[in-house]
Nanobody, 115 residues
Framework: QVQLVESGGGLVEAGKSLRLSCSASGSIFSFNAVGWYRQAPGKARELVAI???????DYGDSVKGRFTVSRDNAKNMLYLQMNNLKPADTAVYYC?????????WGQGTQVTVSS
């Protein structure tokens, strides 16, 4: 059984920061990849940031230089530090973990950035 639970979303003004957290029921280290995706209304889900066992860390182009993904293996926690938020960052953010070719998702946390 794998459970992922996000927290930390909310309403924030443009230019401000938020830190999202994802608590995993299992060891984060056991996954092939862990990361964050987001989905805005009417839009496809897109990659925000990922830590891959194979490829290291990668970010979506729209968040490079502003967002930082990190993990704490001892606490089974995944984080997304979001700085200089923009209205275009408004979306539901999902924690994701992959292993054995299966994807696991959290319930999502809403991030709304006002202009």
């Amino acid at each position: 059984q794998v459970q992922l639970v996000e927290s930390g979303g909310g309403l924030v003004e443009a230019g401000k920061s938020l830190r999202l957290s994802c608590s995993a029921s299992g060891s984060i280290f056991s996954f092939n990849a862990v990361g964050w995706y987001r989905q805005a209304p009417g839009k496809a889900r897109e990659l925000v940031a990922i830590i891959s066992r194979r490829s290291g860390t990668d970010y979506g182009d729209s968040v490079k230089g502003r967002f930082t993904v990190s993990r704490d293996n001892a606490k089974n926690m995944l984080y997304l530090q979001m700085n200089n938020l923009k209205p275009a960052d408004t979306a539901v953010y999902y924690c994701n973990a992959n292993k054995e070719h299966l994807d696991y998702w959290g319930q999502g946390t809403q991030v709304t950035v006002s202009s």
